[in-house]
Antibody
Framework: QVQLVESGGGVVQPGGSLRLSCAAS????????MHWVRQAPGKGLEWVAF????????YYADSVKGRFTISRDNSKNTLNLEMNNLRAEDTAVYYC?????????WGQGTLVTVSS | EIVMTQSPATLSVSPGERATLSCRAS??????LAWYQQRPGQAPRLLIY???TRATGIPARFSGSGSGTEFTLTISSLQSEDFAVYYC???????????FGQGTKLEIK
C-alpha cells in the first residue's frame, strides 16, 4: 500500500537549520509532483513548497522563499526539505504530499519546533 | 493565488442528521478539488478528490459535488466519528500553490 514517511523533525533554535526527509513507497513516486504542507499548532493547513515530478521546477510560499529548499531523489524515492534561518513561526507539523490526477497521498507528518 | 473560502466556520449538527459544508474558490478550479477530514492529533484524511470521487475506504455517506468555483461536501447521516474539522483544497493552480480553505469544524449539537 501507499506510504509516505516523514523524518527529521525536532527542536531547533531560531536561526538554525533542519533537514526533513520523506520516504515514499507503494506508488510511482517519479510520476508525482510532490509538496510539503505544514500546520502550525491549532491552525489550518498551509501549502509550503512544490517540486515537479522530474525535479525541473520548484515553487515556494512567500513565507519560506529564500530560506527553504525542496529537492527529490527519484532513484531513492525520497523527498527532502532543507530549512534554514528558522523562525518561531515555522513551528508546525510538516506533511509530505503527493498529488496528481491519479491520486492524492499524505504522510503522517513530522513536528518541527523552533524555540530557544 | 487562488483563495479558498469555507462556510460556515463551525457547524452544529445532531448525530443521524445531514451536514452540508461549502467551499468557494476565488477563480475556477475546474473539478480539481479535494476534501479532507482531520481529527485531533491526526493527519488529514482524504475523503473526496476530483470534486466528487470518494477516496478508497471512504463510506458512502460522504459525497462531494460542484465544479468551477462552488463546491459542497455532504455527510448524509452523521456518525459520532464524523465530528472533526474539514478542509477543502484546490489543485488546479499553476504555479502549483495548492491552497486550502480555513476549515469547517463540525461539532455535536
Amino acid at each position: 500500500q501507499v506510504q509516505l514517511v516523514e523524518s527529521g523533525g525536532g527542536v531547533v533554535q531560531p536561526g538554525g537549520s533542519l533537514r526533513l526527509s520523506c520516504a515514499a513507497s507503494g506508488f510511482i513516486f517519479s510520476g508525482y509532483g510532490m509538496h510539503w504542507v505544514r500546520q502550525a499548532p491549532g491552525k489550518g493547513l498551509e501549502w509550503v513548497a512544490f517540486i515537479r515530478y522530474d525535479g525541473s521546477s520548484k515553487y515556494y510560499a512567500d513565507s519560506v522563499k529564500g530560506r527553504f529548499t525542496i529537492s527529490r531523489d527519484n532513484s531513492k524515492n525520497t523527498l527532502n526539505l532543507e530549512m534554514n534561518n528558522l523562525r518561531a513561526e515555522d513551528t508546525a507539523v510538516y506533511y509530505c504530499v503527493g498529488i496528481s490526477t491519479a491520486g492524492i497521498y499524505w504522510g503522517q507528518g513530522t513536528l518541527v519546533t523552533v524555540s530557544s | 493565488e487562488i483563495v479558498m473560502t469555507q462556510s460556515p466556520a463551525t457547524l452544529s449538527v445532531s448525530p443521524g442528521e445531514r451536514a452540508t459544508l461549502s467551499c468557494r474558490a476565488s477563480q475556477t478550479v475546474s473539478s480539481n478539488l479535494a476534501w479532507y477530514q482531520q481529527r485531533p492529533g491526526q493527519a488529514p484524511r482524504l475523503l473526496i478528490y476530483g470534486a466528487s470521487t470518494r477516496a478508497t475506504g471512504i463510506p458512502a455517506r460522504f459525497s462531494g459535488s460542484g465544479s468551477g468555483t462552488e463546491f459542497t461536501l455532504t455527510i448524509s447521516s452523521l456518525q459520532s466519528e464524523d465530528f472533526a474539522v474539514y478542509y477543502c483544497q484546490q489543485y488546479n493552480d499553476w504555479p502549483p500553490m495548492y491552497t486550502f480553505g480555513q476549515g469547517t469544524k463540525l461539532e455535536i449539537k
